[in-house]
């Protein structure tokens, strides 16, 4: 005996299925225009990249030459249009370079950045991740070292223990503001606050991209007197 379902219920079901046939459009669409952007970027050619795109998140999964491959490839994705999120599953290729060949060249890149040749750092590799640490006097060169890490073949991860210029949080809170103005970053629909508790910021609120939730955070790091950042960051429409 045939079975009559309710028209609403029918029509539900219609509507879910061409939803989710939407859905997976839109993914295949995203998943495509990221190889495209990867496969046109020079500073990338030598690795192998996948792309899997599920519910607006991308997940990028193979293997890069070098660490800064990796970051290059992440940060393009999120500054794809239409993704949510990106999660990197990528793999750095060692190269067959140990910890101590790794150490040696971060250690003679540093000594011939002027900038950091004269700051008593300290460099240490484990498996691939390399460790500095030590007193820098302006925050933002953090990222100059971080460029250096990542440049080393062999380098599979870095881990930030820079200190810079103490602060109190009232005049963290003040240069965050500035560097979180609205004309340092992407235009959102609620912005990003912050809030501070020992040197620790704590960003909330809403931007349009991924990408944007990341520029805030580095923009963060690069404030004399913070020492670290949680990220509560959401991005939505």
Do not use: C, Y
């Not at 996948?50 to 393009?76: I, K, Y």
């Not at 498996?127 to 080393?152: C, K, M, Q, Y």
């Not at 560097?179 to 992407?186: E, M, N, Q, T, Y």
Request: charged share 25%; aromatic share 2%; hydrophobic share 45%.
């Amino acid at each position: 005996m045939l079975r009559r379902w309710p028209v609403s219920i029918v029509v539900l079901a219609l509507l879910v299925a061409a939803a989710s046939t939407a859905a997976i459009a839109d993914d295949a669409e995203l998943a495509a225009r990221l190889s495209e952007r990867l496969n046109a970027s020079a500073d990338l050619d030598g690795g192998s990249i996948d792309v899997a795109v599920h519910d607006g998140v991308a997940v990028l999964s193979g293997t890069v030459p070098r660490l800064d491959a990796s970051w290059l490839a992440r940060d393009l994705a999120e500054q794809t249009p239409g993704l949510r999120d990106v999660k990197d599953r990528l793999t750095v290729d060692r190269r067959g370079r140990g910890d101590d060949d790794v150490r040696a060249e971060v250690v003679s890149k540093l000594r011939n950045v002027p900038e950091l040749a004269a700051l008593d750092l300290s460099v240490g590799v484990r498996d691939g991740v390399v460790t500095v640490g030590g007193a820098i006097p302006d925050a933002r060169l953090r990222f100059t070292v971080r460029e250096i890490v990542g440049s080393v073949a062999g380098a599979v991860g870095w881990a930030d223990r820079l200190a810079s210029p103490a602060a109190d949080d009232d005049a963290i809170r003040l240069a965050v503001r500035s560097v979180l103005d609205a004309r340092a970053l992407p235009p959102g629909p609620g912005g990003v606050d912050a809030s501070v508790d020992g040197g620790i910021v704590t960003l909330s609120g809403t931007v349009p991209t991924p990408w944007a939730r990341t520029l805030a955070e580095r923009r963060v790091l690069g404030v004399n007197g913070v020492r670290g950042v949680v990220d509560r960051i959401e991005v939505g429409p």
